[in-house]
């Protein structure tokens, strides 16, 4: 079976909309797919603090959006299970699925390994894997890792047949931002990788077309 990872935005899980159309969605890629699904929370922080996430995150602001993080992990999990769609919602660090190391001197963690080995038993089970990326140093200390930074790593390290960054509205930013993971991705391993909205995740993985968002590995990377 081929393995699919998918980034999603907090926003986009936040939609009635788009919620509904991407659990249809996993619901049909469930049964062709070994599946893992990444998000952030940032809408969620911003609504609950009324300020954008910090650049500099302290460990309280860490561990507010943590705590986010997973109730957004159990909700999207338990609305999956609702529909008859096998799902596990796990945090990053659990079992050393992702290490991290933060510096004295940095903000933002550094993958620095990855465990593939325990995904194996949810994968056997046919089980979508829900994961939130909240990690932790071996210090105990929170570090903030990119839901789409993680995907490209955990793609990287599987060697994932299909990688996606979904987000219905997206900026240009942020697009940049991505396809940039999307092509440290290809070079470490991924396939093919897509930045797109749902529509392109549908025609790609669903009916097995060409889509103008894929990816292609640039030649000077």
Known sequence: MQTLVLSVVGKDLDDALSFNRLKADVKKLASRFRLIIIHDACVQYER?????????????????????????????????????????????????????????????????????????KPFAHNTVLVLTPVTKTKSGLLSFISADMMASRLASELCADLLFFIDETPTSARKAEREKFAQESLVHGAQRAFVCTLSGLEAVALRGESHSSEILLSTTT
């Open 48 to 120: 609950q603090t009324r300020q954008p996430f910090p650049d500099a995150p302290s460990q309280a602001d860490l561990e507010r959006y943590a705590d986010l993080l997973v109730q957004l992990g159990k909700a999207f999990t338990s609305k999956l299970s609702e529909d008859l769609i096998p799902a596990l919602q796990m945090n990053a660090h659990h079992l050393g699925l992702i290490q991290t190391e933060l510096s004295a001197h940095d903000t933002l963690g550094k993958i620095v390994a990855v465990k593939t080995e325990v995904l194996q």
